[in-house]
DNA sequence: TTGTACGCGTTATCAT
DNA sequence: ATGATAACGCGTACAA
C-alpha cells in the first residue's frame, strides 16, 4: 500500500517495440549482441533506451522454448558439505556466470534413483548441459544424458573405461597423488603401510588404492602384507569406523587415507585406542581441504587443484555448447604433497 | 554410431496424445496430479502408458511459461566456501527438491554489482522466489526482488529494520550466542575481554556485537575499555589481520569471535604473537563449522542449526508460492553454547 | 469426461 | 535494414 498497485506484469519485448515504434523482431535483434550487426545505430539505439526505460528483461523462458537453449547448466554434487565440493561448485558458476549461464544445482546424496530424477528434472527444465561431480560410479547419470542427448562433462571423477567415451573430465591424477604419499612414508623409514580406502564403486578410491599399491611397489614392499579397509563413505564417521576395523588387526606403523574427512576420523580413532599421531602413527591425507593446517596435528596430504578443476570443466561444457571451439579434451591436473606434521620418521619400538 | 541415429529431439505432448489417442490436453490432465481426477481411470492409464513408452517428460519451459511459474527458486550465496554455507544450501535442496522445485545456485561473492544482476538473472529465468543467504546488508537484492514481485526468503541474516517488512527471515538469535559466550568468560574469571566483528554491513556482525555488548553489561563490566576490531570479511585471512591490530594495543584476556573462521584466523596471528591459547589466551568462535573439535586447541563456539534454518526457509518459501499454507513467520533459533579447550579459567599473571 | 482454441514471450525464417 | 509470420510445447478457459 505504499502507492498504487505495481504493475506484477514484467513488460514484453511486445512492449518495448511499441514504446520504441519499431517490430519485435527488431526488438530481438537489438538485444542480441550477435545481431545488432543487422540493424542501424539509430534504431539500436532508440530500442536499448526504450527497454531501458522500461525495465524490459528477456524471458529466458520464451527465449529457451523457441531456441532450444536455456543458457542453464545442471550440477551434480554428491554432498555439498563434503569440503571437497564447494570450491568446484564455485568455480563452475563463476565461470558459467561469467558467459551468462545460470548454474541448476542438485545434491545426489550418493542414491542412483535420486540421480536418476535429478538428471531426468534438468532435462525437463531444457538444461543445456551437465556437470557430473558425483562420484559414483556406475551411476546412472553418464548413459542417461547420453540417452538424453546432454553433454555432459566430469569433475573431480575419472572417466570410467567401460562406460560411454564421449565424457570428458577433468580430475587429478589420483594414482600419482598416492605414490607420493607412499614415497614420503618410505623415506621417513615406514615399511609396513595400510590404506584406508575411500568407498566401493567410486573412481577416486580406485585410481587412490591403485596409486597405494604403485607405491609400495616402487619401493620394493610386499603388496599382500599391507593392510587394508575400505570406508563406507567419504565421511569422518567412516573414516573411525574403518580405522578401528585396521587396529584390530594392527601390523602397520603409518596409514594412507583416501581423503581428508577419512583422515579425520582416522584421527577419531587413534586419538580413542591412545596411539599419538605422528608419535605412534604417521597419517596422510587427500584433497587439502580448508583447516587441515590447524587439526592437530597439522595433516599431511595431497593438494589438489579443485578451482581449476571445476574452471576447466565449466569451460570445456560452454566450449561444447557454444561448437565454436574445438572439443576439450579430458585433463588430469597433477597434485602435491604437502608436507605437515603428521608423519615422522619410523621410530622402531 | 552405436545403431541408427537415436532421434535427438525429446517427445512433446502431442506425440504422447497421438500415441494414446486423445487430445493434447488430455495428456496434460492426465500428467498433472491435481487434474486426473477430471478424467476417465482408463484413459488416464492409457495416456500414461504412452507417456512412459515414449519416455516422454514434459518440458518445464514451456510449462513455466504458459503458467508463469517454473519450478524454479534461486539461491543467493556470498561464498560458497564458507563452510557456513554448503549445509544451508543442503538443506534448501533438499527440501526444494523434495516438492520437484529446482535450486539455481549463485555466488553473489559480496559484490553489489553483481548481487543486482544475478537476481535480474534469475528473475529473466522465471524463478518463482528467491532466497538469500546473502549476509551483506544493505545489498540491492531485497529491494530489487521486491520491485520484481519475487517472493524472498532471508537464511541466516535478520531482517534489516528499515528494509521491505515483507521480507521473512530464518536466522539464529545471535546475540544471545554472544551473551553465552560472554557469560562463559566471565565465569571463567575473565574480566578485560575483547570482540573480533564480523564486517561492515552484515547484520550478524551488528547483532553478534550487540550480544557482546549486552554479556559485558549483564557482567556488569565496562563497555568502552573493551577493545573491538572488525574484520574486512568473514574470512580467514581477515581473522588473522584484525587479531593482529587488536595484539598490538593489548589489554584483554579473552576474545570472542564473531565466527569461527575469523577464529581461525585469531589462532594464527596468536601464533605468531607466541601466545598459548587458552594459556595466554581464550577464544571463541561462533558457528561450530565441521572440525572445530579437532582444530588446535578444539574451539569454544556456538553451535546454530544451519540445516534447520535451511529447511524452514525453502518450506517458508514453498508455502508462499503455493499460497495454500498461512504465510510463515520469521524465526530466530537458539543457537547453543559448546565449550571445548580454547578458553580456560583466568591465570592472574 | 473430453475436445477446441488460444496465448504465454521469444526467435527463426522469409519477405520486403 | 526492417517487418510480417509462424512456431517452440504447454496449460486453460470454454464448449461440447
Same mark, same amino acid.
Given at each position: 500500500m505504499n502507492?498504487?498497485?505495481?504493475?506484477?506484469?514484467?513488460?514484453?519485448?511486445?512492449?518495448?517495440?511499441?514504446?520504441a515504434g519499431v517490430h519485435a523482431s527488431t526488438v530481438s535483434r537489438a538485444m542480441d549482441p550477435a545481431a545488432r550487426h543487422r540493424i542501424s545505430d539509430a534504431v539500436a539505439l532508440r530500442v536499448t533506451e526504450a527497454a531501458a526505460a522500461l525495465g524490459y528483461r528477456p524471458s529466458a523462458l520464451a527465449a529457451g522454448l523457441r531456441s532450444g537453449r536455456s543458457r542453464t547448466v545442471g550440477v551434480l554434487v554428491p554432498d555439498l558439505t563434503n569440503p571437497v565440493f564447494p570450491p568446484i561448485v564455485e568455480a563452475i558458476e563463476q565461470s558459467l556466470a561469467a558467459r551468462g549461464y545460470v548454474t541448476l544445482l542438485a545434491n545426489t546424496a550418493g542414491d542412483v534413483e535420486r540421480e536418476r530424477l535429478i538428471v531426468e528434472r534438468m532435462a525437463a527444465q531444457g538444461a543445456d548441459g551437465l556437470i557430473l561431480a558425483s562420484a559414483a560410479r556406475g551411476?546412472?547419470?553418464?548413459? $542417461?544424458?547420453? @540417452?538424453?542427448?546432454? !553433454? =555432459?562433462?566430469? +569433475?573431480?571423477?575419472?572417466?570410467?573405461?567401460?562406460?560411454?567415451?564421449?565424457?570428458?573430465?577433468?580430475g587429478s591424477d589420483d594414482a600419482a597423488g598416492l605414490r607420493a604419499a607412499v614415497a614420503h612414508l618410505v623415506a621417513l623409514g615406514h615399511r609396513r603401510i595400510a590404506h584406508l580406502g575411500g568407498p566401493a564403486g567410486t573412481a577416486t578410491a580406485a585410481d587412490r588404492l591403485q596409486g597405494f599399491r604403485e607405491?609400495?611397489?616402487?619401493?620394493?614392499?610386499?603388496?599382500?602384507?599391507?593392510?587394508?579397509?575400505?570406508?563406507?563413505?567419504?565421511?569422518?564417521?567412516?573414516g573411525r569406523v574403518a580405522m578401528q576395523a585396521l587396529l584390530a588387526t594392527g601390523g602397520f606403523?603409518?596409514?594412507?587415507?583416501?581423503?581428508?574427512?577419512?583422515?579425520?576420523?582416522?584421527?577419531?580413532?587413534?586419538?580413542?585406542?591412545?596411539?599419538?599421531?605422528?608419535?605412534?602413527?604417521?597419517?596422510?591425507?587427500?584433497?587439502?581441504?580448508? $583447516?587441515?593446517? @590447524?587439526?592437530?596435528? !597439522? =595433516?599431511?596430504? +595431497?593438494?589438489?587443484?579443485h578451482a581449476t578443476m571445476g574452471r576447466l570443466a565449466a569451460e570445456a561444457l560452454l566450449g561444447r555448447l557454444c561448437g565454436t571451439e574445438e572439443p576439450a579434451e579430458s585433463v588430469r591436473l597433477v597434485p602435491q604433497l604437502v608436507v605437515r606434521a603428521s608423519t615422522a620418521a619410523y621410530a622402531s619400538p
Open positions: 502507492r498504487d498497485a505495481p504493475p506484477p506484469t514484467r513488460p514484453t519485448i511486445a512492449d518495448v517495440a511499441r514504446a551411476g546412472p547419470a553418464v548413459a $542417461l544424458a547420453a @540417452r538424453l542427448g546432454l !553433454p =555432459l562433462v566430469l +569433475v573431480n571423477r575419472r572417466l570410467p573405461p567401460g562406460e560411454d567415451g564421449s565424457a570428458i573430465s577433468f607405491g609400495l611397489a616402487a619401493a620394493g614392499l610386499v603388496l599382500d602384507a599391507a593392510p587394508l579397509a575400505q570406508a563406507s563413505a567419504y565421511s569422518r564417521a567412516a606403523t603409518a596409514i594412507t587415507t583416501a581423503n581428508d574427512l577419512l583422515a579425520m576420523g582416522a584421527y577419531d580413532a587413534l586419538e580413542e585406542a591412545g596411539i599419538a599421531v605422528p608419535g605412534g602413527m604417521s597419517v596422510t591425507g587427500f584433497n587439502d581441504m580448508p $583447516l587441515m593446517d @590447524r587439526v592437530a596435528p !597439522p =595433516l599431511t596430504t +595431497v593438494r589438489i587443484q
